[in-house]
């Protein structure tokens, strides 16, 4: 891999830093809250509804938190959702310590936790091509893939032992430790001002971003082919229950570490997206290989086939995410990077909540766990054929012509915001 941002750049180690420690704890709770639900319910349906909670307020907050982080200082948004962060996951512990748990209790922190996540993270994804020079963002995108999979992978095998071994209490306490770390990274980092001349958060601020990503269709083709792939490939609430069929909760941890360790390898490897061009293509290619790896462990009745297929689809959700990224951090302007990645928020959060909800649904019918996954599978390889065959100005995308444009519509709006008037 290219480290050369961990090098040059201070302030975008201290995110790294941060972003890392806290994710780690955060998937551990990721993996912990759907467990707790199952436990009190037994109702993968009931599991499935955690992504309703989150979906309302991260909707609204995807266009609130970009709009935001187009006026205000980036960093700030951040370091005030990891504060309220940090007070629900200390709920969580407090809630879990109690002698009959409440259920309702999980499902209003999921839905607060989601609505400060769709806070902050327009405001980080726009702060981060700040700290980095231009030619470093497929380096950067490629080592923030390494932060999320390394928490992924990290996180979840590490939930699966402790929940097994230990109280849920602790687990949540550990989680609490990570937030404390994060906070004191993101306090050291400059402050990551908005462009001048910015728009002030208003309806007609959002609507500038939604009719600047209608016109583009190759950030229409990246939205719409991941929410595809991950509303009918996404079978995460499904996970305790194939787990008791695959060995039992010691196995939970090893079913959400594998499409991460997978994704930890195609990150690892990524030196070669910087000499791709062809963005679009690749997007369509690793959705479809993201299906295809959901349908085997739908079909498979072994664990260590199980695992591989996970392992599968997740290094190709991994190279999708990563020339997704690159898209949208190469070619977006900056006085529009937050609105531009709120959508993006809203595209890769909708997909897999909906998709908890549908595999939960149809889990509930004839087909059982197995056949909602594998069914879940075909359904994404379908669906990303047909948006290639409607996007093909998306499929033949080239890189050079994103980078060309926000080149000068950067220097467009500088010269603008600069321009005394009379």
Not at 207 to 233: K, Q, W
Not at 274 to 295: K, N, P, Q, S, T
Request: aromatic share 8%.
């Amino acid at each position: 891999m290219d480290l050369s941002p961990l090098r040059t750049s201070r302030d975008f180690r201290l995110m790294f830093t941060a972003g890392a420690v806290s994710g780690f704890g955060s998937f551990i709770t990721y993996v912990t809250i759907p467990f707790q639900v199952a436990a009190i319910t037994n109702d993968p349906l009931m599991v499935g509804l955690l992504g309703v909670c989150e979906l309302v307020p991260l909707i609204v907050m995807s266009f609130v938190g970009g709009a935001l982080a187009d006026f205000v200082d980036r960093k700030l948004l951040v370091r005030l959702a990891e504060i309220a962060q940090t007070a629900l996951c200390g709920v969580l512990l407090l809630n879990a310590l109690s002698d009959e748990p409440h259920l309702w209790l999980l499902y209003v922190v999921a839905a607060l936790a989601a609505t400060f996540g769709g806070l902050a993270r327009p405001a980080l994804d726009a702060m981060i091509p700040r700290l980095v020079e231009p030619e470093q963002i497929p380096a950067t995108m490629s080592l923030q893939s390494l932060q999320y999979n390394v928490a992924q992978l990290a996180g979840p095998a590490l939930a699966g032992i402790l929940i097994a071994t230990i109280d849920l209490a602790w687990v949540y306490a550990f989680d609490l430790l990570t937030f404390a770390v994060s906070l004191v990274c993101i306090t050291l980092v400059r402050a990551v001002p908005p462009p001048g001349d910015a728009d002030r958060p208003s309806l007609r601020s959002v609507a500038t971003g939604l009719r600047y990503a209608r016109s583009r269709p190759e950030l229409l083709g990246t939205y719409l082919i991941d929410v595809n792939a991950m509303f009918f490939g996404m079978p995460q609430a499904l996970y305790p229950f194939l787990a008791n069929q695959l060995g039992g909760p010691k196995i939970l941890g090893l079913l959400y570490a594998a499409p991460a360790a997978g994704s930890m390898l195609a990150t690892l490897t990524s030196r070669w997206s910087g000499r791709v061009h062809r963005h679009g293509l690749m997007v369509v290619v690793a959705a479809a290989c993201w299906g295809l790896g959901i349908v085997g462990a739908g079909l498979s009745d072994w664990l260590w086939l199980t695992l591989f297929c996970l392992a599968f689809a997740g290094a190709s959700d991994m190279i999708s995410g990563i020339f997704r990224a690159i898209i949208w951090s190469q070619t977006i302007p900056d006085h529009l990077r937050g609105r531009l990645a709120g959508i993006e928020m809203l595209s890769y959060t909708t997909g897999p909540l909906l998709g908890q909800v549908r595999s939960g649904a149809m889990a509930r019918t004839g087909l059982g766990v197995a056949g909602s996954i594998w069914v879940g599978g075909v359904l994404c390889i379908v669906g990303t054929a047909v948006l290639a065959a409607l996007l093909p100005k998306f499929v033949r995308y080239d890189g050079k012509d994103g980078i060309a444009r926000k080149k000068a519509e950067d220097e467009a709006w500088l010269a603008r915001s600069t321009t005394t008037p009379g």
